[in-house]
């Protein structure tokens, strides 16, 4: 049995509190995404210089912040639409998106064992994921990990159950519900034998917000210090 380690931004958040995964917050989306791939570089060689490699199987989680930010050109069309009112309507920025997918080449991938799918819970994203997600799976092939379509129906809408409680207080990320659809995938796919093995430490889902530790990040990742 190997731990399993998930590198990326907030949206490793819905990981947490599992036994042998290792969900590590490199940073915000702000700094962690396909803009900005000295950072991404950079915590990625920091988080894997401190793990026994042998004994790891490690998933790079990025690039929702990329699908979300055209659409009102900031980072936070939601608190648009939830806190002041303003309508908010699906965008996909396809020539920016293949910038971005085109932005992998420039990532140091030698000890990356698969990459995830982005996910998130705003509608409005959603179109923008899916497409995001079909160059990413055309590009990697078999080294990509669909959690994504996990999360929406035929409509691209989001499922309810994957949703928090409190939507409007995280209308961004998906609950903790994603990590058995994850662990199940890995499963069928043979890359891990039992998933009893991660099992989770708490009974249901969590939304990402109501996280609070103080041995880890304040969210229950795990975070590096130079």
């Known amino acids: 049995m190997k731990d399993i380690v998930i590198l990326g931004e907030s949206h490793t958040r819905s990981f947490s509190y599992r036994k042998n995964i290792l969900p590590f917050f490199m940073g915000s989306g702000k700094t962690i995404n396909l803009d900005n791939i000295i950072s991404v570089n950079t915590s990625i060689k920091n988080v894997i210089s401190k793990l026994n490699k042998k004994e790891c199987l490690i998933f790079l989680y990025i690039g929702e912040p990329n699908c979300r930010y055209p659409i009102k050109n900031h980072w936070t069309p939601h608190w648009d639409e939830?806190?002041?009112?303003?309508?908010?309507?699906?965008?996909?920025?396809?020539?920016?998106l293949q910038n971005c997918i085109d932005g992998y080449s420039n990532i140091n991938l030698q000890d990356i064992d698969f990459i995830l799918t982005p996910t998130g819970a705003y509608d409005p994203v959603q179109p923008a994921l899916h497409y995001f997600n079909s160059l990413l799976k055309e590009k990697f092939e078999n080294k990509v990990i669909d959690i994504f379509s996990k999360t929406v129906d035929k409509n691209l809408k989001t499922l309810n159950k994957y949703k928090a409680k409190d939507w409007k207080k995280d209308p961004i990320h998906v609950n903790s519900r994603?990590?058995?659809?994850?662990?199940?995938?890995?499963?069928?796919?043979?890359?891990?034998?039992?998933?009893?093995?991660?099992?989770?430490?708490?009974?249901?889902?969590?939304?990402?917000?109501?996280?609070?530790?103080?041995?880890?990040s304040q969210f229950g990742s795990y975070i590096i210090k130079d």
């Open 178 to 216: 994603i990590s058995e659809d994850f662990l199940q995938i890995l499963k069928d796919k043979n890359i891990i034998n039992n998933i009893e093995d991660y099992k989770s430490n708490v009974d249901g889902y969590f939304g990402t917000h109501l996280l609070r530790t103080q041995d880890k």
């Open 82 to 96: 939830i806190h002041k009112g303003l309508d908010v309507n699906p965008y996909i920025d396809k020539e920016y």
